[in-house]
């Protein structure tokens, strides 16, 4: 049992280094952590579209953004359990 555990925790240890290792220090600017958020505004803009709307308010800052995006998660998740919290009751009911 015990070098189960010395193995597993090998293991860990190498799936937390290996990806700091390929990381070395390199950032968004190189390539690296560049989704394909940035990749499909990229090819949209390569094609010449001009937007016909702007944005009624944008976020002072990409903080205040992850927030409103955190709590429209957040309510969404609420009524997502409700619902489905609602439906069970109303089975666990009927038997």
């Known amino acids: ?29 190189q390539g690296y952590f560049g989704g394909s958020d940035d990749q499909g505004a990229d090819g949209v803009s390569e094609t010449g579209y001009k937007p016909w709307f702007s944005s009624i308010w944008e976020p002072p800052s990409g903080e ?3 927030l409103l995006f ?3 998660a957040a309510i ?14 109303s089975v666990k009911e009927e038997e």
Do not use: T
């Open 1 to 29: 049992m015990k070098h189960e555990n010395i193995i597993l925790f090998v293991i860990v240890l190498i799936i937390l280094i290996v990806p700091l290792a390929l990381y070395s220090g390199l950032g968004e600017e």
């Open 64 to 66: 205040i953004e992850s």
């Open 70 to 72: 955190a709590v429209q």
């Open 76 to 89: 969404g998740a609420i009524i997502i359990g409700y619902f489905f919290g609602y439906w069970r009751g």
